[in-house]
């Protein structure tokens, strides 16, 4: 049951940064355009907001996809796989994708380390960079844990003789704990 209210508050909060990325994307877009075009006041920078806020947006949904496996795949071997391969495959497959997000999250943190270092900004805000590929670093340790995570779900799946449904960390989480 803690297990669940755990999975189920992190899923909601990243979910609640991205969708309030978004809304403000749009109330500045839409700000910006007003008053360019009924005042011919926009917004100075309200380019580079929405940028900053485009990366936030797409950095928080990130590890959300990696934890429910919703990225996009090609199923033109799925066929050919035996009912019985397939928590093999998937283990191999999270595996493989947990240590390629680890290692893309470290090179974006010795790069936001560097950024600041330099003190490099946005051109017209002058927004430090460097907290942004942060963010876009710790986004994605958090998306190399879950699909690491879900390698798990797979494992244990492969060892209790369970074939693979489809369940990943998130649901097979509060699936489990609404019914415990």
Not at 54 to 70: H, I, K, T
Not at 72 to 88: A, E, G, Q
Not at 130 to 148: D, E, K, M, N, S
Request: hydrophobic share 50%.
């Amino acid at each position: 049951m803690m297990n669940a209210r755990i999975s189920t508050g992190i899923k909601r909060g990243l979910e609640a940064l991205a969708a309030l990325s978004l809304v403000l994307m749009m109330v500045i877009t839409f700000v910006d355009v007003f008053g360019r075009y009924f005042f011919d006041m926009p917004i100075t920078g309200a380019t580079e907001l929405i940028e900053v806020l485009l990366a936030v947006m797409v950095f928080m949904a990130f590890p959300l996809v990696s934890w429910d496996e919703e990225h996009i795949s090609v199923d033109l071997l799925d066929s050919y796989f035996p009912k019985r391969w397939i928590n093999i495959r998937q283990v191999v497959i999270n595996l493989v994708c947990s240590v390629a997000l680890i290692l893309v999250a470290m090179t974006n943190w010795k790069l936001a380390g560097r950024s600041l270092e330099y003190e490099e900004v946005s051109e017209i805000l002058e927004i430090p960079t460097g907290y942004v590929t942060y963010l876009i670093a710790v986004t994605g340790f958090v998306g190399g844990v879950l699909t690491l995570a879900n390698a798990g779900v797979y494992t244990r799946k492969m060892f209790s003789g369970r074939a693979a449904t489809g369940d990943v960390v998130a649901n097979t989480e509060i699936t489990e704990g609404n019914n415990g």
